[in-house]
């Protein structure tokens, strides 16, 4: 196999990418010059050593004070809400929120979603959010899950719940759902800013 097809099936394991797509990256970078090569690659090298996962809600960050902190800004900053959580699917959600200022509570990363009728929970960290949630029982008041209202939403938000259920019994935590202002299928990543301020506005 030459270096353009060894080059293309990477690219085609990317998400949504596809064989002829991945072939098309491959005669884009061919075209560009050295640096901008040199630039990428160093980049896609950096990644893993620049970047960290919060021990605390699971988000991808980058160490700007350089002292290896193990939690994120958000997790660190203590003018947050420590009284709410909000669960999200992967990072672009979070992201999204935090752009439209809309919330200043603490966050959790699902990581994913759970297929439809699928009640395997190696797909998400359900059993991390368990953990935080129990640690965090004394000052917790509610866990808003700020799932997309699609069948994966609903499975994960089933599953969620089902798992938090030991700790919602015994202890006065509130588990909500964004209002259905956030129409069935909206990605949470791609919502704007009055979307989301109803969809949490009508949480129930
Ligand atoms: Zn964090």
Redesign the pocket.
């Known amino acids: 196999m030459n270096t353009i097809d060894k080059l293309a099936e990477q690219f085609s394991k990317l998400p949504g990418i596809g064989p002829r797509q991945a072939k098309r990256f491959v005669y884009f970078l061919l075209k560009k010059d050295d640096a901008f090569l040199k630039g990428l690659s160093e980049n896609i090298l950096k990644l893993k050593q620049d970047i960290n996962t919060?021990e605390?809600?699971?988000?991808f960050?980058q160490d700007k004070t350089k002292t290896s902190a193990k939690?994120?800004e958000?997790?660190r900053d203590s003018t947050r809400d420590e009284t709410v959580l909000m669960v999200v699917g992967k990072d672009a959600d979070m992201e999204n929120i935090e752009k439209n200022h809309i919330y200043n509570g603490k966050?959790f990363i699902l990581g994913g979603y759970l297929p439809i009728m699928s009640n395997d929970a190696s797909w998400v960290r359900s059993d991390k959010l368990f953990e935080i949630v129990k640690q965090r029982k004394d000052e917790l008041k509610e866990v808003i899950l700020a799932l997309s209202l699609n069948p994966e939403g609903e499975n994960t938000i089933y599953h969620v719940t089902r798992t938090l259920k030991p700790l919602t019994d015994k202890y006065p935590i509130k588990v909500s759902t964004l209002g259905k202002g956030l129409s069935t299928g909206t990605e949470l990543e791609y919502s704007d800013d009055d979307t989301l301020k109803n969809a949490l506005k009508n949480r129930s």
């Open positions: 919060c605390s809600c699971y988000q960050f939690k994120c958000i997790c966050y």
